[in-house]
């Protein structure tokens, strides 16, 4: 099995709002994905899983916005079927390479305090908590743990 990086395309956007469903306590609908096909700013990938009964599903996908030499990550999931493989690690790692050509020298994200899976992975691939925003998340009341990791 192979992973594959693409672009966003719309193509995409039915598997991965099958993948929010499953994924989050506020799932993106599908006129936000679609709003990303035509942000400026959007730095938006999809894994593809390549090889065997896989072809070209969507596995994962990560959507970030650059502005100047900062990148902000703004949603990345793992379909469950491919969690715990490395795929959001290898994610990370290809988007920082290519932001680095970008010119991002910073990246930042905020989690939910609870969301520990996300937190280990962030915390494996180099960020650091600057910061805690207070009921961030208004469904829930949870607090944001606000991160962020140097590009070198
Ligand atoms: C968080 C998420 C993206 C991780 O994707 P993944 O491909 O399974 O992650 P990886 O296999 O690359 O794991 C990398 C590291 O993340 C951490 N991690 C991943 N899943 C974990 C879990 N269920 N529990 C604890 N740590 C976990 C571990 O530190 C892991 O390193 P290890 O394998 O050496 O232990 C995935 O669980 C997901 O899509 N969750 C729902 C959406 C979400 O919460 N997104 C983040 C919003 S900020």
Same mark, same amino acid.
């Given at each position: !099995?192979?992973?594959?990086?693409? *672009? &966003?395309? #719309? %193509?995409?956007?039915?598997?991965? #709002?099958?993948? =929010?469903? @499953? *994924? +989050? ?7 936000? +994905? &679609? ?20 072809? =070209? ?11 100047? *030499?900062? !990148? ?5 999931? @793992? ?9 959001? *690690?290898? #994610? ?11 010119? @991002?020298?910073?990246?930042? &994200? ?16 180099? +960020? ?5 925003? %207070? ?11 606000? &991160? ?5």
């Amino acid at each position: !099995m192979d992973f594959n990086l693409s *672009s &966003l395309s #719309l %193509h995409d956007i039915e598997e991965i #709002l099958a993948i =929010e469903e @499953v *994924s +989050f306590k506020a799932p993106w609908s599908r006129s936000l +994905f &679609l709003e990303e096909l035509d942000c400026k700013t959007a730095f938006d990938y999809v894994v593809k899983l390549t090889g065997g009964e896989n072809d =070209e599903s969507v596995a994962a996908y990560i959507c970030c916005r650059i502005i100047g *030499s900062e !990148m902000n990550i703004l949603r990345i999931a @793992v379909s469950p079927k491919w969690r715990n493989l490395g795929i959001a *690690s290898w #994610l990370l790692d290809n988007c920082f390479k290519m932001a680095l050509n970008k010119s @991002v020298t910073s990246v930042f &994200l905020e989690v939910r305090d609870s969301n520990r899976a996300a937190i280990s992975l962030y915390n494996k691939a180099g +960020f650091t908590q600057i910061g805690n925003r %207070h009921n961030y998340y208004s469904e829930t009341g949870e607090d944001a743990v606000v &991160l962020m990791k140097k590009l070198t």
